[in-house]
């Protein structure tokens, strides 16, 4: 007997993303994340390159394992590589914070701001 899970992908991987419909049929395997890439056609196992990258799937906005279970209803969402290291977008931005402070304490010890 053959079960069957409707999905809705969202694939954010190309820029805007694209959602679409999945009615996946399935029997003798697991309902898990993994499952359902490699019957989109996304990936070949959990060492895809395609998919390798740490937190490139998930399900309603939440990162997922392979492994994990996934429902009928639920949205699988395929997201895109990350543009700037988190951590380094937020040294950047504390360092700019620090510096803009430096300035306007050197401002006001040369008298150029009143304060007001």
């Not at 890439?37 to 997922?64: E, H, M, W």
Request: charged fraction near 30%.
């Amino acid at each position: 007997m053959a079960n069957k899970i409707h999905l809705l992908v969202c694939d954010a991987r190309q820029g805007d993303p694209v959602m679409t419909d999945f009615m996946w049929e399935f029997s003798g395997i697991d309902a898990t994340v993994g499952n359902a890439l490699i019957a989109l056609g996304v990936a070949d196992s959990p060492t895809d390159p395609r998919i390798a990258r740490k937190g490139c799937y998930g399900v309603f906005g939440k990162r997922k394992d392979w492994d994990a279970p996934i429902y009928d209803g639920d949205r699988l969402e395929l997201y895109s590589e990350l543009l700037i290291d988190p951590m380094i977008g937020r040294r950047k931005k504390a360092n700019k914070d620090h510096d803009a402070r430096l300035q306007a304490k050197a401002a006001v010890k040369k008298g150029r701001f009143s304060g007001k």
